[in-house]
């Protein structure tokens, strides 16, 4: 019982002080979950693509939180202070950006789109943190949703439309310091399965 009442005063007390420490930025966290290049879970992908170039034709951001201004969740920072996390550039620039790095890097990738055998054209419908905490811990999930369509210039070829989905989730004490990971973690999954359906 005694030590009981010892963590539980640990916890009040920790509490109290993270509770008066000034924040840096009460107001915003700012993450960039953008692919730059290929690691060595897109190479089996990779080797599995046809030898033909692709052009990313559009994204489409069509997610609930389009219309604001690149934010994709909220994160406790205090007991009642909430921070916004902002995704900058704005996701359909993040998947944009990711997926022509991607192709890059397997030599799939239109450097013009006038080369290009197939285009792909993708609307986003989910590209969202949410966070939910449980005592003194914080789980952050990470959700993707994307529609593709990948279809040829000159129309030769009938369109393939299919949707992929990816998540991912991560538990600590503070969250905040690892969403942008976390994103990014859920991004290359979906990247990796836009690829496979491109085989």
């Keep these: 019982m005694k030590y009981t009442r010892f963590f ?10 993270f509770e008066i420490i000034p924040a840096k930025n009460p107001t915003q966290i700012i993450i960039s979950p953008l692919i730059s290049q290929i690691d060595s879970t897109f190479v089996p992908f990779c080797d599995r693509l046809p030898p033909i170039k692709f052009d990313v034709q559009s994204v489409i951001d069509e997610s609930p939180s389009r219309d604001s201004s690149g934010i994709v969740g ?7 202070t909430m921070q916004s996390i902002i995704c900058n550039p704005v996701p359909s620039e993040v998947v944009r950006r990711s997926l022509l790095a991607i192709l890059s890097g397997c030599n799939n990738a239109s450097d013009t789109g006038s080369e290009a055998s197939s285009q792909i054209s993708i609307t986003i419908v989910e590209f ?10 914080q789980t952050m999930d990470a959700s993707i949703i994307l529609k593709v369509i990948v279809s040829s210039p000159a129309g030769t070829i009938t369109p393939k439309q299919f ?4 998540g991912s989730s991560y538990t600590t004490l503070d969250t905040s310091k690892h969403s942008e990971r976390i994103l990014r973690q859920a991004l290359s999954d979906a990247l990796r399965e836009i690829l496979k359906n491109c085989e």
Excluded: G, W
């Excluded at 969202?128 to 811990?137: D, F, G, P, Q, Y």
């Excluded at 949707?163 to 990816?166: K, P, Q």
């Design 128 to 137: 969202s943190l949410k966070e939910t905490s449980k005592r003194i811990t």
């Design 163 to 166: 949707t992929v989905s990816a």
């Design 74 to 80: 909220e994160t406790r920072i205090r007991r009642n």
């Design 8 to 17: 539980t005063s640990i916890i009040i007390i920790c509490t109290f002080f």
